[in-house]
């Protein structure tokens, strides 16, 4: 019987990825199909091609983007709840769980990010990022649906765990929008932005967003920390033991600490705080690739 | 002709204070914060003597060159090393030194009253001016006591300050961050751990001499124990029939508080130790402890009782080893321990399943020296044959005897052992409240707002308001619309 669970939140996971992917041709076909073609301007220094973009062409595509966004939502959603029901615990016992609800978590906030503000240029990308996670997902980390080892058997696990992947989701990212910041600068210091790039916020506007991204998820993030320290503590017998997994996360909370420090108190914007937050991004990226796959500690858990 | 330029003359106090400014500023700070998160990374690359001894041990057999050029740079013991001790202490003090003035100058600021209007409001952040009636400032009083601004009342003018909280929170974070290295101190100082295997239906009375291994803090020692008693009932560990991973773990024992005559009887599982005021009993691991009679040829029992086996996998086959040192010639038995046997594989076979559904203990036995007197310590579960030689083999199930011309073996059962983990952190609990304290301030200081908002009613009866927000906190232009809509409201 829980084995039919398994089986049925594996065709969600897979329906999610097939939406997920019409919905990454939508934002596409929305974002090419946006340009218009070359029309002649004539001035008087003689004529030049000018390519603008009219999303009001594409509207209709960004509304079904957005629909088979959301469908994708509801299906991996429905595939993180059977998984959670044929494991009778909270499905983020291995790798393959963490990077389901990761990929949830992701298309979650930015739904819930699109009620808001106008953020459907970053669909192209939230899709494609989902159908990567989801994809490495079940080739590479998929695993059958097991009990809980004992260590993990705690209230500490769901409090723990949402914490760090709320909190890896919007340190990713702001990392995106980093990296956006320091693409989109390069691209204006050579001239003009591309027809593709204008419908992107200013570099203000990006170098904004990412650090106050940083910041409220800051404090969630030493939750984390510390929620992971009170489960050590009960479940290891100490609550700090410098295992890897610790160490990276206490890496990546001093890069954090330093970038808003940088921010606030020495006032950096712009190119070296995208590339500092970048930094601290990565190291949360390599604390959990390389520490749950190739790394020795407690926290090995990807069943890899 | 040119004038050299004079210096003041730096002298030593001068010096000190040059040296005090500059590992107090702010640029000192975060390169030390950046360098605690740098040469956090070896720790975690590095195997570390604390984390993975054995791995630290493998790697002087692998390449003991660099093991000793590692070791000359505290490389397996990074967390403790002095490098790393020099920077996080370096970065403490100039948090102090940066932190305490600012406490002292926010208490002050705090008690003060809000600086005087400027005289010049329309230079000043969301400037807004229209002509009033003259009932203004007091319905500006009453708004700002509403909305729990600090006020000074001037001649015309009122100014009106919030947000003290976001500085409040900022400095709650760093001096939290300091009671949580005193939590981290006072644990290293006075605390206490050790280990101690346990079979079941064995009792472990907390003693120096019970425990298999034991450190002590700087400043303690064993006079701090507790004296309490723990008796092992029973032990129950449960496994998955698909992936043989274990599913839970649960000892049954009898505890006798320390100075007490009566018992009762608890529980311990891998996530609730058990507790007596600040010494916490854990459940680490678990294993086997085949229980063998080893006679000598005249029939005389030479040696009865559980051995505790050492797991080597997942289905805990595990190796032991049998030591009779007062037998002429000495005899030890290199065995191991099979609970679900199965013929595959080397060595003689492997285990299939972790629990006990058909146990089998194989040995190889030695005759000679075994090497007790030498000084050197020597594992329990191996024997250094170097000095032995083999004189049988063979593989033995519950309840059957072997014999050999100089004595018998009988296997007769096993019992599980538990790995008690007895730990006393008195620190833990100041960590614990400094890191809840961390989080508020981190919220308060992130998520506060510091504001000014100036009100004056100039001589030709016009109104101006201004504002000023501290750290480009957002929201001022919508508060200021809502205290000047609040001003031309009619009563």
Not at chain 1, 131 to 154: E, I
Not at chain 2, 71 to 99: H, K, N
Not at chain 2, 418 to 439: E, F, M, R, T, W
Request: hydrophobic share 45%; proline share 5%; net charge positive.
């Amino acid at each position: 019987m829980l084995t039919t669970w398994a089986y049925i939140s594996n065709y969600f996971v897979y329906s999610a990825m097939g939406i997920f992917a019409l919905s990454f041709l939508a934002h596409a076909f929305e974002t090419a199909w946006a340009v218009k073609a070359p029309q002649q301007d004539t001035n008087e220094t003689g004529s030049v091609l000018t390519k603008t973009l009219d999303y009001t062409r594409t509207e209709r595509a960004a509304r079904i983007a957005t629909a088979l966004m959301i469908l994708g939502f509801l299906l991996l959603l429905s595939g993180v709840i059977a998984r959670g029901i044929s494991n009778k615990h909270v499905p983020w016992g291995n790798m393959y769980e963490f990077s389901i609800t990761g990929a949830l978590a992701l298309t979650g906030a930015y739904l819930l990010a699109l009620r808001k503000h106008d953020l459907r240029w970053l669909g192209l990308f939230i899709s494609i990022s989902v159908l990567l996670t989801l994809g490495t997902a079940v080739t590479l980390l998929y695993r059958d649906s097991a009990p809980l080892v004992p260590a993990l058997n705690s209230p500490w696990l769901v409090i723990h765990v949402i914490a760090a992947i709320i909190s890896g989701g919007v340190f990713l990212l702001s990392n995106v929008i980093a990296g956006a910041y320091l693409y989109l600068h390069a691209m204006e210091s050579k001239g003009d932005r591309k027809p593709w790039a204008k419908r992107l916020p200013d570099l203000e506007t990006l170098d904004q967003l990412s650090y106050r991204l940083v910041a409220f998820v800051f404090p969630l993030w030493t939750f984390a920390v510390i929620a992971g320290a009170i489960w050590a503590e009960a479940a290891w017998g100490r609550y700090w033991g410098w295992d890897p997994k610790e160490t990276w996360a206490f890496i990546t909370w001093v890069a954090y600490a330093a970038y808003l420090h940088a921010r606030v108190t020495i006032g950096w914007r712009g190119k070296r705080a995208a590339w500092l937050c970048l930094f601290a991004g990565s190291t949360f990226l390599f604390n959990y690739v390389y520490v749950n796959v190739w790394g020795t500690g407690k926290h090995t858990y990807s069943g890899l | 002709m040119t004038t050299e330029p004079t210096l003041p003359e730096l002298g030593a106090t001068g010096l000190l204070r040059f040296m005090w400014r500059q590992l107090t500023s702010m640029r000192t700070a975060l390169i030390l914060l950046m360098m605690l998160g740098v040469a956090a990374i070896p720790g975690s690359l590095i195997p570390q003597r604390a984390q993975n001894p054995m791995a630290v041990r493998q790697y002087y057999l692998d390449s003991p060159e660099l093991a000793r050029w590692i070791e000359r740079f505290s490389g397996f013991t990074v967390f403790s090393s002095p490098w790393f001790s020099a920077i996080y202490l370096l970065l403490f003090i100039s948090l102090i030194g940066c932190v305490l003035p600012r406490t002292f100058e926010h208490f002050k600021a705090m008690r003060a009253l809000p600086p005087l209007t400027p005289r010049n409001l329309s230079r000043m952040e969301s400037f807004q001016q229209f002509a009033g009636n003259g009932s203004e400032l007091e319905k500006a009083q009453i708004w700002f006591k509403k909305s729990r601004f600090r006020v000074r009342s001037e001649e015309g003018a009122i100014s009106a300050e919030k947000g003290y909280l976001r500085e409040t929170g900022n400095l709650l974070f760093h001096l939290s961050l300091i009671l949580i290295l005193i939590g981290v101190s006072v644990g290293s100082l006075f605390g206490m751990r050790g280990e101690a295997i346990v079979n079941k239906g064995e009792r472990f009375i907390s003693l120096a001499t019970s425990y298999d291994n034991l450190s002590f803090g700087k400043l303690v020692n064993e006079d701090s124990l507790q004296p309490f008693i723990i008796e092992v009932i029973d032990f129950v560990a449960k496994y998955d029939p698909v992936t043989n991973a274990p599913l839970d773990y649960t000892a049954t024992v009898r505890v006798t508080n320390p100075g007490e005559t009566t018992s009762e009887m608890k529980t311990i599982k891998v996530n609730s130790p058990l507790t007596f005021g600040n010494t916490r009993v854990y459940l680490q691991a678990n294993g086997y402890s085949p229980i063998v009679t080893v006679r000598d040829s005249t029939g005389q029992v030479a040696l009865q009782g559980p051995i505790p086996f050492l797991p080597q996998d997942g289905n805990l086959r595990s190796i032991g080893s049998i030591k009779v040192p007062d037998a002429d010639p000495q005899l030890g038995f290199v065995a191991s321990f099979y609970p679900t046997f199965a013929r595959e594989g080397g060595q003689g076979g492997i285990s299939v399943f972790p629990e006990a559904l058909d146990p089998k203990l194989l040995f190889s036995i030695w005759e000679g020296d075994l090497g007790l007197d030498s000084g050197i310590p020597q594992s329990v579960y191996r024997i250094d044959t170097s000095k032995m030689k083999r004189i049988a083999l063979d593989s033995l199930k519950p309840g059957e005897t072997f014999s050999y011309p100089e004595g018998s073996i009988k296997f007769e059962t096993f019992v599980p052992w538990i790995n008690l983990q007895i730990v006393d952190d008195p620190g833990k609990s100041y960590s614990l409240y400094g890191a809840i304290a961390a989080i508020l301030g981190l919220l308060a200081s992130l998520f506060g707002r510091r504001r000014r908002i100036w009100i004056r009613i100039t001589s030709t009866g016009v109104v101006e308001v201004a504002g000023l927000a501290k750290n480009g906190a957002p929201g001022l232009d919508a508060e200021i619309e809502r205290f000047v809509t609040h001003l031309k409201k009619e009563k």
